[in-house]
C-alpha cells in the first residue's frame, strides 16, 4: 500500500531506517486522553478475517505510558495517521489515544486497560509504563480475547502468550550508541555521570546499562548512576549533587531528554565548560538545545513510527494476518549535523496527523 510505505520511509539523508516491520483501546479513566481517528466502527472483540478494502470498523485503543510530553504526543500523531490511512484503503479503524498524566502513575493505566476491555474494543495498543504491574492487566486482555499490541517497552514476564508482538527500540543497543558517542568526546579515565528513570522501568534500566557498558569498555569512569524518574525538576537536583561530588565532571547521560535538559540546566548553573550532555528520545525540546550548542546529542527513536505501526498491527492481526512477534525500531543519534533534517521530516508527520505538541 502506497501511504502505508510512504510513512516506513521515514528518510532523512540516509540517517532514517525504513521500518522493518510489521507489527502494535477505550475509556478515559481520569488521565490524559485525546481521542480521534477515521470513521468509527464496533466489530467484536478479536474478530477480523475481513479483506482489506471490505469496509471491516475497528475500534483500536492505544494507551501511552502518559500524555505529558511531545515523546507520547508523537506517539499518538502516528496512531491517528495510521487510522487515517487505513481508512484511504476503506478499513474504518476508530483509534483512541489515551495516557496517564504521569509515567509513573501505573494504577491509572492498568484502569485504563480494563475500561477498553469493559467496552469491548477490538485491540489495544500498549506502552506499559510499569511492566511488571501490567502483567495483571495484560492477562484480563487475553481472557477478553483481545489482541494486545506492545509498544515501546516489554512486559517483564516470561509468558510471550500475552501479546501478539512488540514495536520499539532495542533499548539497550540503543543506550549504548550514546555512551559510544560521550566516549568519541572524552579521554580515558575522564569522569561521566548516568541519570535514569524511575528504578524497576526496563526501559531505562536497559538505556542506562547499555550506556555505562560503552562508556566504561572505551576507559570512561562512570561516578554516578542515579535516578530522577522521568522529571527535569529532579534531574536538576540529581545533577547538581554529582556535580558538587564530582566538580571534573566531563559528560552526563540521560535516559530520557527531560533528564538531560535537566542535567545541562545544572551543568550551566555551575558554569562548566565543555560538558557533553546526551538524552534520549529525540524530542523538541531536546532537538532545539542541541541546534543551540547546549545539549550534545540525543538517541532519537522513531515515535510516530511506533505509534503507526502498533495500529497496523492490531489490524493485520484482526484481519488474520500473521506477523512478526519482535519488531525492532531503529535509532539515530542527533547531533548539530543532522538535527536540522531529521526535525524537517518529523514536523511535516506531525502536521499531517494533525496533533498538538507542547
Not at 475500561?115 to 511488571?132: C, G, M, S, W
Not at 569512569?221 to 571534573?248: C, F, H, L, T, Y
Request: aromatic residues 4%; glycine residues 12%.
Amino acid at each position: 500500500m502506497k501511504s502505508r510505505r510512504r510513512l516506513l520511509a521515514l528518510a532523512m539523508s540516509g540517517l532514517m531506517m525504513a521500518g522493518m516491520l510489521t507489527g502494535c483501546g477505550g475509556g478515559d479513566n481520569g488521565g490524559a486522553a485525546s481521542g480521534g481517528g477515521a470513521a468509527s466502527g464496533s466489530g467484536a472483540a478479536g474478530s477480523g478475517g475481513g479483506a482489506a478494502g471490505s469496509g471491516d470498523s475497528y475500534k483500536i485503543t492505544t494507551i501511552c505510558m502518559a500524555l505529558n510530553s511531545d515523546y507520547w504526543h508523537m506517539v499518538e500523531a502516528g496512531a491517528k495517521l495510521a487510522g487515517e490511512d487505513l481508512k484511504a484503503e476503506g478499513i474504518n479503524v476508530e483509534v483512541n489515544v489515551i495516557g496517564p498524566n504521569a509515567e509513573s502513575d501505573s494504577a491509572t493505566q492498568i484502569n485504563m486497560v480494563e475500561d477498553a476491555v469493559t467496552n469491548k474494543v477490538d485491540a489495544i495498543v500498549l506502552a506499559a509504563n510499569e511492566p511488571t504491574a501490567l502483567v495483571s492487566a495484560a492477562q484480563t486482555v487475553k481472557k477478553a480475547n483481545i489482541p494486545l499490541i506492545l509498544i515501546d517497552t516489554k512486559l517483564n514476564t516470561d509468558d510471550d502468550s500475552l501479546y501478539s508482538c512488540f514495536v520499539g527500540t532495542g533499548n539497550k543497543d540503543a543506550g549504548k550508541l550514546g555512551g559510544e558517542f560521550i566516549a568519541s568526546k572524552l579521554k580515558t579515565g575522564d569522569k561521566a555521570a548516568i541519570i535514569r528513570g524511575t528504578v524497576g522501568q526496563t526501559v531505562h534500566d536497559d538505556r542506562g546499562a547499555g550506556a555505562e557498558e560503552a562508556m566504561k569498555a572505551a576507559g570512561i569512569e562512570v561516578v554516578a548512576v542515579q535516578p530522577a524518574d522521568s522529571d527535569r525538576g529532579k534531574a536538576v537536583n540529581v545533577a547538581e549533587n554529582i556535580i558538587q561530588s564530582n566538580p571534573d565532571i566531563k559528560a552526563f547521560y540521560a535516559t530520557n531528554d527531560d533528564m538531560a535538559l535537566g542535567a545541562y540546566q545544572a551543568v550551566a548553573a555551575a558554569n562548566l565548560k565543555d560538558v557533553v550532555v546526551v538524552g534520549f528520545d529525540g524530542t523538541f525540546n531536546a532537538m532545539d538545545s542541541i541546534a543551540k550548542d547546549e545539549m550534545s546529542a540525543s538517541v532519537a527513536q522513531l515515535p510516530v513510527e511506533e505509534g503507526y505501526q502498533g495500529v497496523m498491527n492490531a489490524v493485520k492481526i484482526l484481519q488474520g494476518e500473521s506477523v512478526e512477534k519482535d519488531q525492532p525500531l531503529d535509532v539515530v543519534v542527533l547531533n548539530k549535523d543532522n538535527v536540522a533534517d531529521f526535525r524537517t521530516e518529523l514536523e511535516a508527520k506531525i502536521a499531517k496527523s494533525g496533533v498538538k505538541l507542547g
